[in-house]
């Protein structure tokens, strides 16, 4: 397990007022019911199709056929009965699930309605109700630069409920953003081979390298980026200071003037360019969300081209 920050039990924050409880509670309840709805009406099905359990269970014994493999015959219980018996199994459905979510300093930020922290929450709470209702185990971390938040996997809706609790509302102690820590603990604390949810902005310099390469072969690794439109193309609104919400760097534009404008565009696509281009050289299925677009047929376009690679 990987060391995680450690925050001070007294002091470290406010407690929460009454009226915050049940703004949480209410935001909360939002995105149950809106998830559930989904769920029930698409992508509970989806999930199970796409997304399938390791390895095969140990079910019963049964007596030999024509045909069976001499490989599969238990020869105790054979010498027991007197005639041939074959062990038989069936495919083990049962995942483990892990949402990973950034909940760094840049993922507050929202510019016309939700803030991308917010459309993680939500997805995710899609994602965590789909794995329910296959009696999956759903397990959460939340990480900064460092890991933030550790929820072992478990079943149950009280479960998924502090899952997208902690989402929204965590407080993390630190601002920035790496995978290095995210990335040990996958490799080495999660030992059972699990399907993996990698929820960030990306809004960093680092080279993913081949550290997450090999999170991709032990686990079945599925990266979502999430985007607000105003990081990808400024709005001609004159003067305005911009702040990286995670280093505190500041500075003051002409967003009125359009090779101001045309850079900053061109510098933006470069580096979604680069982001793409590492994650197909890393072989990981990697898709695209912005705050201000409906996720769900980004989803439904996804399970479905997952489908057919799937069924060639």
């Not at 997304?51 to 140990?58: A, H, P, Y």
């Not at 920035?176 to 960030?200: C, E, G, I, Q, Y």
Request: hydrophobic share 35%; aromatic share 8%; proline share 5%.
């Amino acid at each position: 397990m990987p060391k995680t920050r450690q925050r001070p039990k007294t002091g470290s924050t406010a407690p929460e007022s009454a009226p915050e409880i049940v703004e949480i509670l209410r935001k909360v309840r939002k995105i149950e019911l809106r998830t559930r709805g989904l769920v029930r009406e698409s992508f509970g099905g989806e999930y199970h199709s796409r997304f399938k359990g390791e390895g095969i269970d140990f079910e019963d014994f049964r007596e030999y056929q024509p045909g069976d493999e001499v490989r599969s015959i238990d020869w105790n219980v054979t010498a027991r009965m007197r005639r041939p018996y074959v062990k038989k199994f069936t495919e083990e459905r049962e995942m483990t699930v892990f949402l990973c979510i950034d909940v760094s300093a840049s993922g507050n930020y929202g510019s016309l309605g939700p803030s991308k922290r917010e459309m993680m929450a939500e997805v995710a709470a899609l994602l965590a109700f789909s794995a329910l209702q296959n009696k999956d185990k759903v397990g959460l971390v939340l990480f900064t630069d460092e890991v933030e938040l550790y929820l072992p996997p478990r079943k149950g809706t009280a479960h998924a409920l502090r899952l997208i609790r902690e989402v929204l509302h965590h407080e993390p102690a630190g601002h920035r953003t790496s995978l290095d820590a995210t990335v040990h603990l996958l490799k080495n604390a999660v030992r059972r081979r699990s399907l993996v949810f990698l929820l960030s902005d990306f809004l960093f310099r680092e080279d993913l390298g081949n550290e997450l390469r090999v999170v991709n072969r032990k686990h079945d690794l599925v990266a979502i980026q999430v985007s607000d439109p105003a990081e990808l193309a400024l709005p001609a609104v004159g003067y305005v200071r911009l702040e990286d919400p995670e280093t505190g760097r500041q500075v003051e534009i002409n967003t009125s003037n359009p090779r101001v404008r045309a850079a900053y565009l061109a510098e933006a696509k470069k580096w979604q360019a680069e982001i793409d281009r590492q994650f197909k050289k890393l072989s990981i299925d990697k898709l695209s969300l912005r705050t201000d677009e409906e996720y769900v047929p980004v989803l439904h376009s996804f399970f479905k081209r997952r489908g057919r690679r799937e069924t060639v």
